[in-house]
């Protein structure tokens, strides 16, 4: 018996997304959109290997059939059905080549194109950190947008488009990422979620017995004996030689009896101590509880009257000739600082333009570390950045030339143009774009004095959060695509202006690009004189 050959074919990585291998994936969405292309292409060529073996199985199933009719009929009178010669040729055939081809066949490996190709697009995967950067950015959100853990697990957000939830694995994932940074909170919070939904019935590889075992512990860790106690208990009735709970079991209620007697001897005076410093703890707002409402919308709102000082208008810059005949728009978002925004200032076109030139060089956003001086990498700084010239593009060029006109500054001294994409929960936490007093040396290399000013574009709408927030005075300036906000940094006396300590909230659904312009004091000395009074 002939076999008909197997033709198996897989596109070995032909399109592939990168030219090298990028890091850190969850600080940009648009890093993360090519992702998208690497999992479909494999996707397909796992088709085409399920395709391959199935036509495989097809082949060995007829010949199955076959043989086990003719068998069936041979072994009913085995001298008859060999008495015929022919019968008697087709088995030595068989049993001496077909078989043989038979046994190649079954043995032929069908995966060979599929694994090749796991091997080319590997080395462009994310990484462990990049998972656990995602996982992390999901605890955030949670902490800013106060969104409990059911309303995220079934991916009930604002504004979505392609709604997902999370499994009872995934939970457990989440909280076990939040375990090994010893965040116990969090732990806590997935854990149970993982337990609810198991709870529900759903189906799912995550055991209640490992959930119960971190939940417990976390708990434990939290303060909350009682709690842990039950937990354990409950873990023990699922499995009751589990040595490790049985441990907990006994120590903890050791520990229960020696705060049972210490308890006897605690004094009303003490409890009242305690009261009195709760109270002090849910008055003091630090910068991160503001920053964290303003990200809400939920920050202070303008009196009456210093609303009416805001208006809009339309600029000319100053009677600038690019600008007499065809004005800007622009609005004041903010009194003090003061803080205006341009609408339709940049076109869509030349959106396209900056997003295409700065998405092959987008890196981690760096800071400046105070103490060394140098560029690194921070928590606080989830988003990838480029740098742009304006000799290297007509667009990015007429841009700069664009900021120029209107805020009558020289943008000779400004740093390139910034191009910024924002990750899974990117942000920049509160901070200052000039360089304090106690930071001299912050952009000494430059040679262009401090940061006098900032120009920031929207390049994209977001969904939900990501806006631009000012604790110190309750600003909340909101992501609107082709409009560009603008402050001053610096007072005219050179003095920094500490109302201007901003930052940019997690996105919580969407994708963030923004630009920016930091102009500098240097060639400013006749546009923006200064001043005998610090505070001016």
């Known amino acids: 018996m002939a076999f008909n050959k197997i033709w198996y074919t897989v596109a070995l990585g032909l399109l592939l997304p990168f030219s090298y291998a990028h890091t850190d994936f969850f600080t940009s969405i648009g890093h993360m959109t090519d992702l998208i292309n690497t999992e479909k292409d494999l996707v397909v060529s796992l088709k085409d290997y399920i395709k391959a073996e199935e036509s495989k199985l097809e082949q060995i199933k007829k010949w199955a059939e076959k043989l086990d009719q003719l068998t069936d009929t041979a072994t009913k009178d085995p001298e008859g059905f060999l008495g015929h010669p022919v019968n008697a040729f087709k088995l030595m055939k068989r049993l001496n080549t077909e078989w043989g081809e038979l046994e190649n066949l079954v043995l032929k490996d069908m995966s060979d194109g599929f694994i090749s ?17 995602a996982a992390k950015a999901l605890l955030r959100l949670q902490d800013t947008y106060n969104l409990d853990t059911d309303t995220l697990s079934r991916g009930n957000l604002p504004g979505v488009k392609h709604k997902s939830f999370l499994t ?27 337990l609810k939904q198991l709870d529900e019935g759903e189906v799912s590889s995550a055991d209640k017995v490992y959930i119960l075992d971190y939940l417990s512990y976390a708990v434990y860790q939290q303060g909350d004996l009682g709690k842990a106690m039950m937990l354990t208990k409950r873990l023990l009735e699922l499995d009751p030689e589990h040595q490790r709970a049985n441990g907990n079991m006994k120590y903890f209620e050791y520990i229960m009896a020696k705060e049972k007697e210490a308890n006897k001897s605690s004094t009303d005076s003490e409890d009242q101590v305690e009261k009195e410093t709760e109270v002090k703890k849910k008055d003091y707002l630090p910068e991160r509880r503001k920053y964290e409402m303003l990200c809400r919308g939920e920050g202070l709102k303008m009196t009456p009257r210093r609303q009416k000082r805001l208006f809009c208008r339309y600029y000319d810059g100053n009677r600038n000739p690019r600008y007499i005949l065809g004005p800007v728009k622009q609005e004041d978002e ?29 890196s981690r956003a760096t800071v400046h570390d105070p103490e060394t001086g140098k560029l690194t990498t921070a928590h606080y700084r989830v988003s990838k950045s480029a740098w742009l010239s304006g000799y290297e ?31 899974v929960g990117g942000q920049y936490e509160p901070h200052f774009d000039f360089g304090r007093k106690d930071e001299p040396d912050a952009f000494k290399e430059l040679g262009t004095g401090n940061r006098i000013a900032t120009w920031l574009f929207y390049m994209s709408d977001v969904s939900a959060g990501g806006a631009t927030v000012f604790p110190e005075v309750g600003a909340s300036v909101w992501p609107k695509k082709g409009t560009a906000v603008f402050w001053y940094n610096l007072f005219p006396s050179g003095e920094g202006d500490y109302s201007t300590r901003h930052a940019a909230c997690p996105v919580l659904v969407g994708n963030k690009w923004v630009s920016n312009k930091w102009l500098h004091e240097r060639g400013q000395e006749f546009r923006r004189p200064c001043t005998l009074s610090e505070l001016e």
């Open 334 to 362: 903010w009194d003090k600082p003061r803080i205006v925004r341009f609408l339709d200032i940049i076109s869509d076109e030349e959106i396209e333009t900056v997003k295409e030139l700065a998405k092959p060089r987008l």
């Open 393 to 423: 593009s007509p667009v990015v060029s007429r841009i700069n030339t664009r900021i120029q006109d209107l805020t009558g500054l020289d943008v000779s001294t400004a740093e390139e143009l910034q191009v910024a994409n924002y990750g």
């Open 168 to 194: 009872a694995e995934d939970c457990f994932e989440l909280g076990k990422i939040a375990y090994t940074e010893a965040d116990y909170y969090h732990t806590e919070l997935w854990m149970e979620q993982a």
């Open 117 to 133: 190709n796991m091997t080319i697009q590997r080395q462009f995967f994310p990484n462990d950190e990049d998972q656990t950067g």
